[in-house]
């Protein structure tokens, strides 16, 4: 199986702040990225990856800049779930949902939008709610 870039440039901007938001996600003073905690669908491992996030009145809405068929994404879709790391605490996350950008747009402020169409234009989010 080979691996493909995605077609957009957001891809170069997440290498790049990888270890970054690696290291500050899911801390309490950095609301703005979290780590997703899933379980692997083949492998059964406890997986990791830190996400950017922004919260709702039910749940979470996450980017997913590399589109809904990544690995992590199908994990969190098979298993209805997962573990969110976010402001320091661990919060259960359920029913997810792959959403458009037209279903996403509400949860957005207009600079907050703007700014995550800028650095990750992606065509799918992943909706969580609480649980």
Known sequence: MTSVAPA????KFARATAPVAAALAGRRWF???????HRGRKSGRDLTVPVAIVT????YIINLPFGA?????????????CTLRWKGADLR???????D????????????????QRLFPADAW??????
Do not use: F, Q
């Not at 957009?8 to 891809?11: A, G, P, Q, V």
């Not at 949860?107 to 995550?116: D, I, L």
């Not at 992943?126 to 649980?131: A, D, K, P, S």
């Open 31 to 37: 609301p703005l990225w979290a780590v997703v905690h």
């Open 8 to 11: 957009n440039t957001s891809w």
């Open 69 to 81: 068929g990544t690995n992590w994404v199908r994990n969190v879709l098979a298993a209805g779930g």
């Open 126 to 131: 992943l909706l969580l709610h609480r649980g």
């Open 56 to 59: 709702t009145p039910e749940g």
């Open 101 to 116: 950008a037209a279903s996403a747009r509400p949860y957005y402020t207009r600079t907050t939008w703007a700014v995550a």
């Open 93 to 99: 996350a359920t029913d997810p949902r792959i959403i």
